[in-house]
Nanobody
């Protein structure tokens, strides 16, 4: 399995931006599809965005489409989540995940078998 460590979370005002990073070690992420999920207290883990191994395919959850962008730098073994126009409802713990095969993207947690510890994002209005 690949080891994942998220960073970049914090507390921001509604309308502001944040960029999350997910640094991988142990394996090259070029061989994995990567995704971001989030989970708010009392809620199920929600798909935010996913990207294929070569970066050719990126898909998003409906609640973040047009505001969030997932990207990857395989040379740096890092995945990013740029979050713009943040809303109160975006408050959650954000998790990075890795899975295979790399040429597809899965929208469900079961499609990934390596997870980071999560980073808290809090948006206040």
């Amino acid at each position: 399995q690949v080891r994942l460590v998220e960073s970049g979370g914090g507390q921001v005002q509604a309308g502001e931006s944040l960029r999350l990073s997910c640094a991988a070690s142990g394996r090259t992420i070029a061989n994995y599809r990567m995704a971001w999920f989030r989970q708010a207290p009392g809620q199920e883990r929600e798909f935010v965005g996913g990207i294929s191994g070569a970066g050719a395919v990126a898909i998003y959850g409906d609640s973040v489409k047009g505001r969030f962008t997932i990207s990857r730098d395989n040379a740096k073994n890092t995945v990013y989540l740029q979050m713009n126009s943040l809303e109160d409802e975006d408050t959650a713990v954000y998790y990075c995940a890795a899975g295979d095969p790399p040429w597809t993207v899965a929208r469900v947690p079961g499609g990934y078998d390596s997870w980071g510890q999560g980073t808290q994002v809090t948006v206040s209005s």
